[in-house]
């Protein structure tokens, strides 16, 4: 009798395999992870976030230079409205009465009165047209509150 042959554990193996693979043919081999850490979902949301960032800030600053335009501009408006009020129209008004006190004292003639009414009509037109762009300066500054109370 004679003892059996002793095969070590890689010698084994390699039998295994090549019986194996007689049976289902050539195989391929990868590792595959474990957990799947959806680092490229990842990556693609902080992406997203940081372009919605770059967008709200521009945003922010268009609204802030819009806002400030529409200040200066209704704080201007208002400045020249009244300067009309104050002085020119008063100015413009003690001129007439002035002009027509000489008329009728006989020491000038009519078209000092018709210039004196010409120019009181055409400082209260300004006014009125000052008006007009402190009305709009103020709707404009107003125009964001109510599209925001209109989305709300």
Do not use: H
Not at 9 to 15: D, F, L, P, S, T
């Amino acid at each position: 009798m004679t003892a059996p042959s002793i095969e070590s554990r890689a010698q084994r193996q390699r039998a295994k395999r090549q019986e194996i693979d007689s049976l289902l043919g050539p195989a391929f081999g990868a590792t595959l992870p474990i957990w799947n850490q959806n680092q490229a979902s990842i990556a693609a949301a902080n992406f997203r976030l940081e372009q919605q960032r770059k967008q709200l800030e521009s945003l922010t600053n268009q609204i802030a230079a819009q806002v400030t335009r529409g200040a200066i501009s209704l704080r201007t408006t208002a400045e020249i409205v009244e300067f009309y009020r104050r002085e020119a129209i008063p100015q413009a008004e003690v001129s007439l009465d002035s002009a027509r006190q000489l008329y009728e004292a006989g020491e000038s003639g009519i078209l000092g009165v018709i210039q004196a009414q010409q120019s009181l009509l055409i400082k209260r037109r300004a006014c009125v047209t000052a008006l007009g762009e402190y009305a709009a300066a103020l709707a404009e500054l107003d125009a964001p509150a109510a599209a925001k109370s209109a989305v709300e």
